[in-house]
């Protein structure tokens, strides 16, 4: 059959077709795959590998360093985000100094972005996201479990809890008075502004109120913290200051501190300071922290405190008496940069065996008043160590008072090698015994003596014997030694008050017919109505007349339970005996009971100016006479 020329044509295209479609499929040849083909498909993968990887990449996304940021004159620069004219970027952990002008604003920022590198290191801040196998990502596709993302929220906000910034200011330095005969008016106050408002990135004193938060130093310190979860942008304004009154010469010099751990600058303004007054003398004192240990093993090896102290008539520490680098740098007696201070610090087993941190302060002024401040570097706390942290920080306390005792009779002793916590004046006389250290021998002597005494008589008691045989079932030896031992430190060592100090229930007058130290005497009529008496015309104990041959002066009083737990504890053979209570002739002259609403009530081991640790002192008893020997030494 003959083609015509259009049927030629069309097969000639067909064949031609055929073969291109043959040499693709042999050339470029695609691999199907049958249902029969499929390996099983594992029931879970291994996410973990594969978000490791993700955080890698990220984490390197991170240290490449800042990105290219370009700035479009079409744009806001709260669209883009940068950092408004003006204000300084700050990071947490990094204390800085500034100085400012009376009526003048600084003005810092924070970008939350700065902290997006420590999100994974952070404990509290989990990796990316909450890794979860394939059978729960079935259970939330199926409907079986409840997934925390919401179809609207954020999965970088859902993911990161949100942190809190803490912003911490200490003011250093402040306008100085040009006169101290001024004392009515202390310096202005900086005031701090904190704003999280993209509308308000340089908060101040002229911007909108309802924008920022602002907050007045409050003696020199300023706290505040935020959630970051926005840059936060916050200014120092300085007020205006008074040329009549102060010298601005110096501008104000403050300290700002972030951290989102904590306050780095913090104080305490609790009724119960850290600190306390345990006793001085005319020109020195001793003053004690609380406890820094709970328990006996509890070890601390290098003192977390220091002190401040400034005379209460010199008011360079107004304004700043809660700011820790203000204090450092005008407090009288302050630890100074080469180590130097006229406070000794040390730590001292006290009462239970608990270590407390001890300030003998010396080079003070006679009949003063004077207000003594610690503040804790946190980072030698025994809770912080413990916990392993190692960002410091300082919290600075309330103040405490005291005062010094006139040129008299009573000198300041301590480190005694039997009543060791034995630390306060004692009757003395500066012409026989030029310090603290000759006094102290003289008295750790005579208990010495008292001691060696006590212990010949005891060993005459069989102490070693079976209980049926002992001298009593609930009492020991080891009771009575104790006992002897607070009962001979607090009555041997008689604790002194000034012969001016107000007259108390618990001050008994001693050695009223002596003279002062200056060559006057005891007012006249004190005299002849009580000199003829022995119990004030002389000390406690004859050693302290013919050796000390102190003026006159003031006892404190040993507490009665002393007393009363000598009899109670150690055997009846021995003859110890209390006078009875409230006797005028011989409990009163001897004795005083403890009264826990007063700061000082009685003489005891380790008594202080501190009501709740006399109470913590105080034993139950029960009323014991025994017309023997009275206990009046």
Partial sequence: M??????????????????????????FAPQFAFASDLIEIPRSLDYDDLLDDIADNIASLDERGPLYEPEFSL????????????????????????????????????????????????????????????????????????????????PVERRAPSKTLYISVNTCNQPVRISPDQTTVDPPQLTLFVSTSAENTSPGPAKDQDTQKMLVFDEGAVMFNTTLDRD??????????????????????????LSLDGYYHSYDSSDQPNLYWVDSDASSALLKTQNLTSRSEEVVSTPPYMVFIQNTNNLDL????????????WAQIRPLQDGNSQATIGLRRGAADLTVQEFYISGLNASANYTGIVALNTSLGLQKRQQGGSEGGVVVYDGVPFSTKPNGACTFIFNLTLCTQTQYAVPGNSARFPNGTALAAFYDNYTRTMWDNFEKVLQQTPCQAPPIQKYSLVRDCDDCKQAYKDWLCSVAVPRCEDFSSPDQTY????????????GSFVDEEIRSSRGNNTAFNSSRNVEIDTTVQPGPYKEVLPCDYLCYELVRSCPASIGFSCPLPKSIYSFSPSYATLDTTKELSCNYPGSAYLPSAASSLAVSWVLVAIPVLFLLL
């Fill in 2 to 27: 003959q083609l015509s020329p259009l049927q030629s044509r069309l097969a000639a295209s067909l064949v031609a077709s055929c073969l291109v479609i043959v040499l693709y499929l042999f050339l």
């Fill in 75 to 154: 744009f806001d620069r709260s669209i883009i985000g940068r950092v408004s004219d003006g204000a300084s970027s700050l990071e947490v952990d990094n204390p800085t100094r500034f100085n400012i002008d009376p009526e003048s604003t600084l003005t810092y920022v924070f970008e939350v972005a700065s902290i997006s590198g420590r999100s994974s290191q952070e404990p509290d801040t989990p990796s990316y996201g909450s890794r979860r196998s394939l059978e729960e990502a079935q259970e939330v596709a199926e409907g079986g479990g409840h997934d925390v993302l919401g179809p609207d929220s954020d």
């Fill in 232 to 257: 936060v942008y916050f200014s120092i304004s300085a007020p205006k200051v008074s040329d009549d009154l102060f010298t601005t010469a110096l501008p104000y010099n403050y300290e700002v501190a």
């Fill in 318 to 329: 107004h304004g700043i008496r809660k700011s820790y680098c203000g204090l450092s740098n």
């Fill in 507 to 518: 001050l008994h007058m001693r050695n009223i017919n002596a003279p002062f130290p200056n």
